[in-house]
């Protein structure tokens, strides 16, 4: 809901509790480009960015570590 009522450029969100199950189509409008982490081996518990689709983003590598999740995005931002 807070991607319909607020103009935001970023959005970050832990403890998502998703799966594969959930598309991003359900999560948030066509107009954010969707990064997430999702805990597959235990409790569903993981990690969301969701980035305006005019800032361009771009998901780095991320660490390979089974204690957290973690999602690495970098922003490529207007220069005014």
């Given at each position: 809901d807070i991607a319909y009522s607020c103009d935001l450029d970023v959005i970050c969100i832990t403890e998502t509790l998703l799966n594969g199950s959930i598309a991003n189509s359900e999560l948030f409008p066509y107009t954010y480009d969707i990064h997430?982490?999702?805990?597959?081996?235990?409790?569903?518990?993981?990690v969301l960015i969701a980035v305006k689709n005019d800032l361009v983003s771009?998901?780095?590598?991320k660490p390979i570590d089974h204690e957290f999740e973690a999602v690495i995005v970098e922003l490529d931002l207007p220069r005014d």
């Open positions: 997430r982490q999702d805990r597959k081996d235990r409790t569903p518990v993981g771009r998901e780095l590598s």
